[in-house]
């Protein structure tokens, strides 16, 4: 299972893309970030560090 960001939650501060250990955490066309599940190691320091809690593990 991988975290995910909520695109209408994320303001595009990318604090989050610097505190992830596995880089998988980059910035989309329009700023906010988004997660590659396939490098998330779900970790959670991201989740931990997010200004407005828009990070939270992927319920699917
Ligand atoms: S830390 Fe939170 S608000 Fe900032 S870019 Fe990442 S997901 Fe978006
Ligand atoms: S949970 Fe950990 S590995 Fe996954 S995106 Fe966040 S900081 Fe990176």
Do not use: L
């Not at 303001?11 to 490098?39: E, F, L, R, W, Y």
Request: aromatic share 2%; glycine share 6%.
């Amino acid at each position: 299972m991988a975290y995910k960001i909520d695109p209408n939650k994320c303001i595009g501060c990318h604090s989050c893309m610097a505190t992830c250990p596995m880089q998988a955490i980059s910035a989309g066309p329009d700023g906010k970030c988004v997660i590659d599940p396939a490098k998330c190691v779900s970790c959670g320091t991201c989740a931990s560090i997010c200004p407005v809690t828009a990070i939270a593990p992927d319920q699917k």
